[in-house]
């Protein structure tokens, strides 16, 4: 039973984290100050920015929680990639604005919604349907932010193609990473109380990711 407070703490202490998540001061910079085609710098950003997102974390862990089968694994977290790279793109290069903080709530709920099926207590659409779909959502998360920066025209495109690839990269680590440790976990004899524990801790964390972004949805709208 001890074996779990190393994961109920580090999920506790994702939310605040992920309150703050964007993309960091001297990112900031650079992106604003970028002009023309800079594949890896923006590949090295992608990555950057999923290995510290917080939120897209929280919810691939409930999405892989009980997935034994790596095939499983990689059809699953294939259609979250999909999802989120079509709006990623799609949300930048059309210029479609969608509000940071009522994405980012969205994306608290999702954290909810996968805790609240892996618990069997809501199953409201096909597991693949929703995985998918709340890609797209976070994808939309991801163009949110990059939006704000004013990115230059001159090479945009190769950028955030660039960009994406270096998210999927971002995401293959944490995934390596999420998967050895959920392997260690379902070989232990209490792993059923451990599961129950740590998708409340889930809920909870996405929770109050969505209350604080939601929060900040009120106080800023006009």
């Not at 034994?68 to 290069?93: E, N, P, Y």
């Not at 599961?195 to 909870?204: D, S």
Request: glycine share 12%.
């Amino acid at each position: 039973m001890n074996r779990i407070w190393p994961l109920a703490l580090i999920c506790a202490g994702l939310p605040v984290a992920g309150f703050a998540h964007g993309i960091a001061g001297g990112d900031q910079a650079y992106l604003m100050a970028n002009a023309g085609f800079r594949p890896f710098p923006f590949m090295y950003l992608g990555a950057k920015h999923m290995v510290t997102g917080y939120d897209h974390l929280l919810y691939l862990a409930g999405v892989i929680f009980f997935l034994h089968r790596l095939a499983d694994v990689m059809k699953f977290v294939s259609l979250f990639a999909l999802g989120h790279s079509i709006t990623l793109l799609f949300g930048v290069l059309s210029g479609l604005h969608v509000n940071a903080f009522l994405i980012d709530a969205i994306i608290g709920l999702s954290i909810c919604y996968k805790a609240l099926e892996n618990l069997g207590v809501i199953r409201w659409f096909d597991a693949r349907l929703a995985v998918f779909g709340f890609g797209l959502v976070h994808g939309f998360g991801l163009s949110s932010k990059l939006q704000d920066l004013s990115l230059s025209d001159d090479g945009l495109i190769g950028n955030m193609v660039s960009f994406n690839i270096g998210v999927e990269v971002g995401q293959i680590l944490a995934l390596t990473i999420l998967v050895a440790m959920f392997s260690w976990l379902r070989d232990l004899r209490s792993f059923g109380t451990v599961a129950l524990n740590a998708n409340v801790i889930l809920f909870g964390a996405g929770l109050v990711l969505f209350g604080f972004q939601i929060t900040g949805f009120f106080i800023t709208w006009r």
